[in-house]
């Protein structure tokens, strides 16, 4: 059973395992597949629409990225800055608490009313839905500085920009890469919602359209393509993460 | 030169913690403050060292010249305050670089290898021994070259043996320096003190220690006799002493 022991092997069993159990539920409940298309037809429905797919995905990825790359980099600036400075702390940590209990996904009418059907809608969903948690992860660990590397910070006559940059941010890199899991989980609901709120192209949309006519395959066959971005963001984050941890001793 | 003197009531919020301290620490001397847990010695510790805490001093702390202090004490704690994602070349100077000077290399591998950590200037603090980690701390100490050191209980987490080693190397390479050992192993104390007091809620008293030189031979008769002498002394104190 050594073979079964490879994670390669173990992910193909269980896949295996998922379409068989799909397969037999289409055929024991005798759904017409306009209901719940076999995993044969939506295959199919893959193969044949594979352009098509290709075309919605990379707008939707390029969004995506573009989006989670922003919403990162604001997050990690809005956390330095709030770290840094005692006033920031004062005039935007309420706004902060306040806005993460607005459920952000539910301003995605807005925000496309106000950019439009384009990708700057898609992108600033994205970037607001993870900016949230990217900063309060971020900060939190930023101020949680252990007493006796304070005290070191105290002893050596530190600045707050240096005691920030060489103790504080290292320190808080665990905590930013729970922000950041938070973030890659989020941002293909993000998305998604926003290209569903109003969007020409995108899988969102092309799941929209399918739905509309019928092509439940298609549909389906559009989730399988977006749920293989997830996993691929997913993995490429673990990827990194666990790179830099090892990197980082911890 | 740097002696120190500290008087006056030390109070925890506003609860008396020692009164009547007057504590004399000579120049270029190892000065030993043994007490049991709780009498106030770590707070006596970021006394010295200018660290903020709870606690208010109803007197005076300073050195005999008159100048500051800041600036001049280093200081090792017991759990050695090394970042735990930082080599031990960056962590002995990271004082350096948390001034914004530029750190000198050479000096922390000269300094690492003196401390008996050569070849290990790559490693992580988790890759090392207790030892280990309280010998970074020294080179850090000795890295940043004042002329007043605040040792903070630096070797309690150790075993014995090891600490035994770790006194005569602290004994060896701070030499010329002003030493504040504060302790509750009246062995330590013993053995590394010029001169030492024994700190109690009512004040501080100044220990008997033996004639030789420090650090003085654990084997000796006048050295176990010192010890036996105070753990007696510790053991049948008052209670409120012992209590912890």
Partial sequence: MRWLSTSLMRGLLALGFALALWQGVVWASGVPPFILPGPGRVGTSLWTNAPLLWEHARFTAANLAIGLAAGVALGVATALNLALSPGARLLLRPMLIFAQAVPVFALAPIITLWLGYGAPSKIVVVMLVIYFPVTSAFFDGLMRLPAPLNDLALMMRATPLRRLFLLQLPNALPALASGLRLAVVYAPFAVVIGEWVGSSRGLGYLMLMANGRGQTDLMFAALLVLAAQSLILFSLFEALARGRMKKAGR | ?244
């Fill in chain 2, 1 to 244: 030169m740097t002696a120190l003197r500290i008087c006056g009531d030390l109070w925890m919020g506003a609860a008396p913690l020692i009164r009547n301290l007057a504590l004399e620490m000579p120049a270029q001397r190892w000065s030993g403050l043994l007490g049991p847990s709780g009498v106030g010695k770590s707070t006596l510790a970021r006394l010295i060292a200018g660290l903020p805490g709870p606690y208010r001093l109803e007197g005076a702390v300073g050195a005999e010249d008159g100048a500051p202090l800041a600036g001049r004490v280093a200081m090792m704690a017991q759990e050695g305050q090394l970042l735990p994602w930082a080599d031990c070349v960056q962590n002995v100077t990271i004082g350096a670089r948390l001034r914004g000077a530029r750190p000198d290399i050479a000096r922390a591998r000269r300094l690492l290898a003196q401390v008996g950590l050569k070849g290990m200037e790559r490693r992580r603090p988790d890759a090392l021994s207790g030892g280990q980690r309280q010998r970074v701390a020294l080179a850090r100490v000795l890295m940043e070259d004042c002329p007043i050191v605040v040792l903070d209980e630096p070797f309690s987490a150790l075993d014995t043996v090891t600490r035994l080693a770790m006194q005569d190397l602290a004994a060896k390479l701070l030499q010329g320096r002003t030493v504040i050992l504060i302790t509750h192993d009246p062995l330590e104390a013993i053995r590394l003190s010029d001169h030492a007091y024994l700190l109690g809620p009512d004040g501080a008293e100044v220990l008997d220690l033996p004639a030789s030189p420090t650090p003085r031979d654990y084997t000796a008769a006048p050295t176990l006799a010192a010890q036996a002498r105070l753990l007696a002394r510790l053991h049948r104190a008052d209670p409120a002493l012992c209590a912890g």
